[in-house]
């Protein structure tokens, strides 16, 4: 492969207005652009500040989630995640005002009222959020207000998420979604909180992630006060200031919340990462080095040992297969993305594209500094874009959500799925050994030999 | 979960887990039944997003929705800049032949001119580079994604459609529903066993099912010309599925109304009475008997009815999703000796319960018919009514899971099997393999709770 040569077709398919969105490592200056309203026209891969809101609350299971709008927002967000709880599951359910042609005329507190008020009476929950979706911006709804009245009738917190998908990225959705939960910080007892106690923040338990970063930590001989929001309850939201430390990841998401509790309770936090071997022992170290602990440090060294040993005969044999294979990672938030680049390199495989959705300008610049020179790095992209570099790059596999899936299998590269949509437990030691095996499942199957590969395509590794 | 529902009496306020999702996503769809057409959205990045995710999910094809990205000052300012600058960029990045446009309930809402801003656009834009824009309003408040599929339809044909066309007419255009696309290649088959020239509308037979080529094309091949649109104008006849429109939105009365082109309507194809009498407006349309081919099916059919008639009789059926597929499969299932105890929609065109009076079950009050239903309603209306198996798309395997039924999957979506685009539903071929795959649903269940499990059944 001679990438110089095919570098500029790849470079073309770009729309002007998204040249600075678009980075290689190794170029002189590095500075990418990003945080900004997609491009109009540009079929972003993003969604919109409803959704931000929606994936950051949707795990607590103990509350009502319901959708203030027409149809639409609640129907494509029904039971989409694989967040699962150990009791209750009304976040499986979809809610919604479904605002009918009159409620955007004569406006929609009405309707809202009775909705509230009707499922609150049929589920009991600990709380509801109301979601403004856009045209409630619109129509001028006085959502706080009709929040107020019901939570003063039934005598539970009723908060609304301004999560009107128009204002601004996913990442304001994410911001609203902690504001909503800010009204819940402090209100609840702190009695009985241990020590040395936890909150694990931006860790959603999908596939049950969070009940082992738990176990982790459990044997350790840390206690978890809550997690936000994965297997979520309301009353361990509102007692979550008493624990000694949060931990922080996926911090995109969550970062607000963490910020808020450091400046309203004093409570530090650390960003960590569950994914991949070294991120996970990292971040059981890291909580073991804040309390300061010599025991809990050995504790920790020793869990990691013990799980390491467990994994590596099988990591070391499917790497076997995978050494000198490339992958391209477009994920939401950058953070992940470092952690698969890490991961990808303990199987072998080299990173050819980077990118997220929502990243930072540091995030990127942490980015390119894990990556190998050469390496695409992109913000908000789009499929057309996605596949000139693929082809450029010449991979093995993409690593995305739903929406990329197609992308690269009509290209005839491997997919794996690292969405929040996924069924399947990518964290701690096991999440590794879980990855590997996907990742070898996806790229060393038979089925490719079938694609034809893409005109101008840089050769598939041997 | 019953209780959610005890409002005494009063119809419930909220929709819970919603049997429907809305309008723009049914408009995208029949963009995509357009050659070379690349839909639109115009409206905020999160619909485009969450519709493609829909689609995806359920064609497992790429679905490149383009968006025009409204932010908040496009609320306040109206969204102009973003139509002209969104229009600009896919047709600079896509070279489309036409831009599909379907509006969403932000964009109704601020009350954004389309006609003009389209006027002003044209006017900013050199003269040919231009691709076609055809545009319908679908705000998600007032309907479905069905609605939503026939405002995209009757769109293109009030935009389109000519009389008195240039080039040959051809015999009958066929507006065919929200039908998979191998029931679209299915159809063309038939019609051509006829010798009829058509035009489908849409035809996303190849579009939203492609073979795998190792390129990403950027509009996928296939799709109804444009041309073949405008020309539908001058065609003999329609003959549109269906009955469940909006009013202003049975397509073969827009192009009655605009080209004069003579206007057949029936309901979906299902069943053998259905089908018949779809190959009945066939033979008269064509002036040939119905071949051999096709009578064959019809006779195997008829056979495998027999064959399966003792499993079926009586048994309780829960059908729901788009109304017109409820009523098509109702109406087979009224064939076979089921009962379709509940027939269930998210749709309110208000023609369900009408449209399945000449059914058995219906004059014998065995069906309950439920509009504007979620499955909330649908899943009280199935337990009281004993039901034996659901059919519908995949939103009802929670349901399902719950009443320990079966569940044979039809329509869309269906985001938990492999196959979707390939599910068959229209003419004795598509009723075949909902015959087979109902009865051999009920036989495996029946096998499964079988104490001893026998090999033969």
Same mark, same amino acid.
């Given at each position: 492969?001679?990438?110089?040569?095919?570098?500029?077709?790849?470079?073309? %398919?770009?729309?002007?207005?998204?040249?600075?969105?678009?980075?290689?490592?190794?170029?002189?200056?590095?500075?990418?652009?990003?945080?900004?309203? %997609?491009?109009?026209? %540009?079929?972003?891969?993003?969604?919109?500040?409803?959704?931000?809101?929606?994936?950051?609350?949707?795990?607590?299971?103990?509350?009502?989630?319901?959708?203030?709008?027409?149809?639409?927002?609640?129907?494509?967000?029904?039971?989409?995640?694989?967040?699962?709880?150990?009791?209750?599951?009304?976040?499986?359910?979809?809610?919604?005002?479904?605002?009918?042609?009159?409620?955007?005329? !004569?406006?929609?507190?009405?309707?809202?009222?009775?909705?509230?008020?009707?499922?609150?009476?049929?589920? $009991?929950?600990?709380?509801?959020?109301?979601?403004?979706?856009?045209?409630?911006?619109?129509?001028?709804?006085?959502?706080?207000?009709?929040?107020?009245?019901?939570?003063?009738?039934?005598?539970? %917190?009723?908060?609304?998420?301004?999560?009107?998908?128009?204002?601004?990225?996913?990442?304001?959705?994410?911001?609203?979604?902690?504001?909503?939960?800010?009204?819940?910080?402090?209100?609840?007892?702190?009695?009985?909180?241990?020590?040395?106690?936890?909150?694990?923040?931006?860790?959603?338990?999908?596939?049950?992630?969070?009940?082992?970063?738990?176990?982790?930590?459990?044997?350790?001989?840390?206690?978890?006060?809550?997690?936000?929001?994965?297997?979520?309850?309301?009353?361990?939201? $509102?007692?979550?200031?008493?624990?000694?430390?949060?931990?922080?990841?996926?911090?995109?998401?969550?970062?607000?919340?963490?910020?808020?509790?450091?400046?309203?309770?004093?409570?530090?936090?650390?960003?960590?990462?569950?994914?991949?071997?070294?991120?996970?022992?990292?971040?059981?170290?890291?909580?073991?080095?804040?309390?300061?602990?010599?025991?809990?440090?050995?504790?920790?060294?020793?869990?990691?040992?013990?799980?390491?040993?467990? !994994?590596?005969?099988?990591?070391?044999?499917?790497?076997?297969?995978?050494?000198?294979?490339?992958?391209?990672?477009?994920?939401?938030?950058?953070?992940?993305?470092?952690?698969?680049?890490?991961?990808? $390199?303990?199987?072998?495989?080299?990173?050819?594209?980077?990118?997220?959705?929502?990243?930072?300008?540091?995030?990127?610049?942490?980015?390119?500094?894990?990556?190998?020179?050469?390496?695409?790095?992109?913000?908000?992209?789009?499929?057309?874009?996605?596949?000139?570099?693929?082809?450029?790059?010449?991979?093995?596999?993409?690593?995305?959500?739903?929406?990329?899936?197609?992308?690269?299998?009509?290209?005839?590269?491997?997919?794996?799925?690292?969405?929040?949509?996924?069924?399947?437990?990518?964290?701690?030691?096991?999440?590794?050994?879980?990855?590997?095996?996907?990742?070898?499942?996806?790229?060393?199957?038979?089925?490719?030999?079938?694609?034809?590969?893409?005109?101008?395509?840089?050769? $598939?590794?041997? | 979960?019953?209780?959610?529902?005890?409002?005494?009496?009063?119809?419930?306020?909220?929709?819970?887990?919603?049997?429907?999702?809305?309008?723009?996503?049914?408009?995208?769809? =029949?963009?995509?039944?357009?050659?070379? =057409?690349?839909?639109?959205?115009?409206?905020?990045?999160?619909?485009?997003?969450?519709?493609?995710?829909?689609?995806?999910?359920?064609?497992?094809?790429?679905?490149?929705?383009?968006?025009?990205?409204?932010?908040?000052?496009?609320?306040?300012?109206?969204?102009?800049?973003?139509?002209?600058?969104?229009?600009?960029?896919?047709?600079?990045?896509?070279?489309?032949?036409?831009?599909?446009?379907?509006?969403?309930?932000?964009?109704?809402?601020?009350?954004?001119?389309?006609?003009?801003?389209?006027?002003?656009?044209?006017?900013?834009?050199?003269?040919?580079?231009?691709?076609?824009?055809?545009?319908?309003?679908?705000?998600?408040?007032?309907?479905?994604?069905?609605?939503?599929?026939?405002?995209?339809?009757?769109?293109?044909?009030?935009?389109? =459609?000519?009389?008195?066309?240039?080039?040959?007419?051809?015999?009958?255009?066929?507006?065919?529903?929200?039908?998979?696309?191998?029931?679209?290649?299915?159809?063309?088959?038939?019609?051509?066993?006829?010798?009829?020239?058509?035009?489908?509308?849409?035809?996303?037979?190849?579009?939203?099912?492609?073979?795998?080529?190792?390129?990403?094309?950027?509009?996928?091949?296939?799709?109804?010309?444009?041309?073949?649109?405008?020309?539908?104008?001058?065609?003999?006849?329609?003959?549109?599925?269906?009955?469940?429109?909006?009013?202003?939105?049975?397509?073969?009365?827009?192009?009655?109304?605009?080209?004069?082109?003579?206007?057949?309507?029936?309901?979906?194809?299902?069943?053998?009475?259905?089908?018949?009498?779809?190959?009945?407006?066939?033979?008269?349309?064509?002036?040939?008997?119905?071949?051999?081919?096709?009578?064959?099916?019809?006779?195997?059919?008829?056979?495998?009815?027999?064959?399966?008639?003792?499993?079926?009789?009586?048994?309780?059926?829960?059908?729901?999703?788009?109304?017109?597929?409820?009523?098509?499969?109702?109406?087979?299932?009224?064939?076979?000796?089921?009962?379709?105890?509940?027939?269930?929609?998210?749709?309110?065109?208000?023609?369900?319960?009408?449209?399945?009076?000449?059914?058995?079950?219906?004059?014998?009050?065995?069906?309950?018919?439920?509009?504007?239903?979620?499955?909330?309603?649908?899943?009280?209306?199935?337990?009281? =009514?004993?039901?034996?198996?659901?059919?519908?798309?995949?939103?009802?395997?929670?349901?399902?899971?719950?009443?320990?039924?079966?569940?044979?999957?039809?329509?869309?979506?269906?985001?938990?099997?492999?196959?979707?685009?390939?599910?068959?539903?229209?003419?004795?071929?598509?009723?075949?393999?909902?015959?087979?795959?109902?009865?051999?649903?009920?036989?495996?269940?029946?096998?499964?709770?079988?104490?001893?499990?026998?090999?033969?059944?």
């Amino acid at each position: 492969m001679k990438p110089q040569e095919t570098q500029k077709p790849a470079a073309n %398919s770009v729309l002007d207005q998204r040249k600075r969105q678009v980075v290689t490592k190794g170029d002189a200056l590095f500075d990418i652009a990003c945080e900004t309203k %997609s491009v109009a026209g %540009s079929v972003s891969q993003r969604a919109c500040v409803f959704c931000g809101s929606r994936v950051v609350l949707y795990p607590l299971a103990d509350a009502l989630h319901l959708v203030h709008g027409p149809i639409g927002c609640a129907s494509y967000t029904w039971d989409i995640r694989g967040a699962l709880s150990s009791g209750p599951q009304l976040h499986r359910m979809s809610f919604s005002t479904d605002l009918s042609e009159m409620d955007i005329i !004569l406006g929609g507190e009405k309707q809202l009222y009775r909705c509230l008020v009707e499922l609150i009476d049929a589920y $009991r929950p600990k709380a509801a959020f109301v979601y403004s979706t856009c045209i409630v911006g619109l129509i001028g709804d006085d959502v706080e207000a009709v929040c107020a009245q019901v939570s003063r009738e039934k005598g539970l %917190s009723v908060i609304p998420v301004f999560s009107e998908g128009f204002a601004g990225t996913k990442k304001d959705g994410y911001k609203a979604a902690c504001d909503a939960l800010g009204r819940l910080l402090g209100t609840g007892s702190t009695e009985g909180i241990v020590p040395h106690a936890i909150n694990l923040l931006g860790e959603f338990n999908l596939a049950g992630e969070t009940w082992l970063i738990k176990d982790y930590y459990r044997r350790m001989g840390v206690d978890v006060v809550a997690t936000v929001t994965g297997d979520g309850r309301i009353d361990d939201i $509102r007692r979550m200031h008493g624990a000694a430390l949060n931990v922080v990841q996926c911090s995109g998401s969550v970062m607000h919340l963490a910020k808020r509790l450091k400046e309203q309770f004093g409570q530090p936090y650390i960003r960590v990462s569950y994914f991949g071997v070294e991120d996970t022992a990292k971040a059981l170290y890291d909580v073991a080095e804040h309390f300061g602990d010599a025991a809990m440090m050995d504790r920790a060294r020793a869990l990691v040992r013990e799980e390491v040993a467990a !994994l590596m005969p099988e990591l070391m044999c499917i790497k076997k297969d995978l050494a000198g294979k490339r992958a391209a990672v477009y994920v939401g938030g950058s953070f992940k993305a470092f952690s698969l680049v890490r991961a990808l $390199r303990l199987l072998g495989m080299g990173t050819v594209l980077a990118g997220s959705q929502t990243g930072t300008k540091e995030d990127y610049r942490e980015l390119e500094k894990i990556c190998d020179p050469g390496t695409v790095i992109v913000d908000d992209t789009n499929p057309l874009e996605l596949c000139a570099f693929l082809k450029e790059k010449g991979c093995d596999l993409l690593i995305g959500g739903v929406k990329e899936r197609p992308i690269a299998h009509k290209l005839g590269l491997g997919f794996c799925d690292h969405n929040h949509e996924r069924k399947k437990s990518l964290a701690g030691f096991v999440g590794m050994l879980n990855f590997a095996r996907e990742v070898q499942a996806t790229v060393m199957s038979p089925v490719w030999q079938f694609v034809p590969r893409p005109s101008g395509a840089a050769e $598939r590794t041997p | 979960m019953s209780a959610a529902h005890d409002t005494g009496g009063a119809p419930a306020a909220a929709t819970q887990n919603a049997c429907k999702a809305c309008m723009p996503l049914g408009a995208c769809m =029949a963009y995509r039944g357009v050659e070379g =057409a690349v839909p639109f959205l115009h409206g905020p990045q999160g619909c485009a997003t969450y519709m493609r995710r829909f689609l995806i999910g359920h064609f497992r094809e790429p679905v490149d929705i383009a968006c025009s990205s409204f932010s908040e000052e496009t609320a306040i300012f109206g969204g102009a800049a973003d139509i002209h600058t969104g229009l600009a960029n896919v047709t600079r990045a896509y070279h489309p032949a036409m831009i599909g446009i379907a509006t969403t309930c932000l964009a109704e809402t601020i009350g954004d001119d389309m006609t003009m801003m389209l006027h002003q656009h044209a006017e900013k834009t050199e003269e040919g580079n231009a691709p076609l824009v055809v545009a319908a309003a679908t705000p998600s408040y007032s309907g479905t994604h069905a609605d939503g599929f026939h405002a995209a339809v009757c769109a293109l044909v009030n935009a389109l =459609a000519e009389s008195g066309a240039c080039g040959e007419a051809a015999d009958v255009v066929c507006f065919t529903n929200l039908v998979s696309p191998a029931d679209l290649r299915y159809l063309k088959d038939i019609l051509a066993d006829f010798g009829l020239s058509y035009v489908l509308l849409p035809d996303y037979s190849e579009t939203l099912d492609r073979p795998t080529a190792g390129e990403y094309e950027k509009i996928p091949k296939g799709g109804v010309p444009i041309d073949a649109i405008r020309g539908a104008g001058s065609a003999r006849a329609s003959i549109t599925f269906g009955a469940a429109f909006r009013p202003g939105q049975h397509p073969g009365t827009a192009l009655l109304d605009k080209c004069g082109v003579p206007a057949r309507s029936m309901g979906l194809p299902v069943g053998i009475r259905a089908s018949d009498l779809f190959l009945r407006h066939l033979e008269e349309l064509s002036g040939r008997a119905t071949p051999e081919k096709h009578t064959a099916e019809r006779g195997r059919l008829i056979d495998t009815y027999v064959d399966a008639h003792k499993y079926l009789y009586g048994r309780r059926a829960v059908v729901y999703g788009e109304e017109d597929l409820v009523v098509g499969i109702a109406s087979f299932l009224d064939e076979i000796g089921v009962v379709p105890v509940v027939c269930a929609s998210g749709g309110r065109s208000g023609g369900m319960a009408q449209a399945l009076s000449g059914t058995t079950a219906m004059q014998r009050g065995g069906i309950q018919v439920l509009e504007d239903s979620d499955f909330v309603d649908i899943g009280e209306a199935a337990e009281a =009514a004993k039901a034996d198996l659901l059919i519908g798309n995949s939103r009802g395997v929670g349901l399902a899971r719950r009443l320990d039924i079966p569940l044979v999957r039809v329509g869309m979506p269906v985001h938990d099997r492999i196959g979707a685009q390939r599910i068959q539903h229209l003419g004795y071929r598509g009723t075949q393999s909902l015959c087979d795959r109902i009865v051999n649903a009920l036989i495996a269940r029946d096998q499964e709770r079988s104490e001893p499990g026998y090999m033969t059944m």
